[in-house]
């Protein structure tokens, strides 16, 4: 049996199905040169205040990592039964999890309206109008991104594909480009006399359906678990991601002047983040499976799928450089992109791979925790990274 082609065949399939699904769900990060394009177009509206520019990374970062924990949860109930695949007639596990999202959202958008009014020293007359303003991004694209994650999860999952490594990466591309159209739809309602009005119209609106989802789901278990755990993740990310916005802002006149590393920028983030997504993501079923023993050492026996991932990471980065180079026509339009990757790609694996460890070990669900601060973790480093190239390579 072993000696038959067909066989070898197929077990050569399965060994290196990681890496085609990989290739195939990081294709969809180049959706975030789409998302850099479209910021570069408006540049004058994003520059326009000093909290603007810094609002932004924190509005990426804090998005992304809503969708994580969704796109996690997701994937691993797929899995084990606990959701279906399907909008109607869905788990109450599910809808607890939806419903969670939404308040954790509200919460986070508070968060970043207040640091990115702390950080830029505004004007405390400011603060109503960047805390709305943060309030309506976010939920101008919750409105898309939350059931576009459900519907990837649960397409994906009845085509025999692996929701593990599907589920986050396309939707991470999705919620990027959204969230940026979404932050400069509202920064436009900022700064129009009725669009302000509009601006707390949508904040105010989203307070009451917050409220209203809460009180409805307050007596379910997951509800509360998800929102308990979840919580501390969130302030945490959203703490963290600030220091992105910061870096941003500092190398302002450096990225006027390299205009293809802003171009790439939102898929360089949004593909690393989602090699070690996929990665953690997989530990997380495996470990409820109980096909993988909750120790750190365990890490070795993963080298396989962390080449496979790591692969096809490495092609998406050499077309990110290639194309960074073509519009920026700089050398570190050229240099930057890959440089990050291969730097940070090793430590983000093993940082995701232990933070699965370490949780399930607490009886904790790593699902609420592994993509939140991985992905805010690669946010971060890949700015700070990204802005430290663009001043050595200025002198």
């Not at 690393?272 to 023993?293: E, Q, V, Y």
């Not at 939140?372 to 663009?390: H, Q, W």
């Amino acid at each position: 049996m072993r000696k038959d082609p067909n066989y070898r065949h197929l077990t050569t399939r399965r060994r290196f199905q990681l890496f085609r699904d990989s290739v195939f769900s990081l294709s969809f990060d180049m959706g975030g040169l789409v998302a850099g394009g479209i910021l570069e177009g408006f540049s004058g509206l994003a520059l326009r205040r000093p909290w603007c520019i810094a609002l932004y990374p924190i509005v990426l970062t804090g998005r992304g990592s809503l969708n994580g924990i969704e796109a996690a949860r997701i994937s691993t109930g797929l899995h084990l039964g606990t959701v279906r695949p399907s909008f109607r007639g869905n788990t109450p596990y599910y809808y607890s999890i939806i419903s969670s999202m939404i308040l954790l959202s509200l919460l986070m958008s508070l968060l970043m309206g207040f640091l990115a009014f702390l950080f830029t020293g505004s004007s405390l007359s400011e603060l109503p109008l960047i805390v709305s303003t943060a309030i309506s991004s976010q939920s101008i694209a919750m409105m898309v991104i939350i059931p576009a994650t459900s519907f990837v999860g649960h397409e994906s999952f009845k085509r025999g594909l692996d929701p593990d490594a599907v589920t986050y990466p396309i939707t991470s591309t999705i919620a990027d480009i959204w969230a940026t159209i979404s932050y400069l739809i509202s920064l436009s309602l900022a700064f129009n006399e009725l669009g302000v009005i509009v601006i707390y119209l949508i904040a105010s609106a989203t307070l009451i359906l917050t409220l209203a989802l809460s009180l409805i789901f307050r007596g379910e278990d997951e509800f509360r678990r998800t929102v308990r755990e979840s919580f501390l993740t969130i302030v945490t990310v959203t703490l963290i991601s600030s220091i992105s916005g910061f870096s941003l802002s500092s190398v302002r006149e450096q990225i006027e002047r390299s205009p293809g590393v802003l171009t790439v920028y939102p898929a360089i983030i949004d593909t690393i983040g989602d090699c070690a997504a996929i990665f953690g993501s997989i530990s997380t079923t495996n470990l409820f499976t109980g096909l993988l023993r909750p120790r750190i050492g365990e890490l070795t026996s993963k080298a396989h799928e962390v080449m496979q991932i790591g692969a096809a990471g490495l092609i998406y980065f050499t077309l990110y450089s290639i194309i960074g180079f073509l519009v920026g026509g700089s050398s570190s339009s050229l240099i930057i992109p890959l440089s990050v990757f291969l730097l940070l790609f090793p430590l983000v694996t093993a940082f995701a791979f232990s933070l699965a460890i370490l949780t399930f070990r607490r009886e904790l669900n790593p699902d609420n925790f592994i993509i939140p601060f991985e992905t805010t973790i690669t946010d971060t480093l890949s700015t700070v990274m990204i802005a430290a190239m663009l001043s050595l390579m200025a002198q």
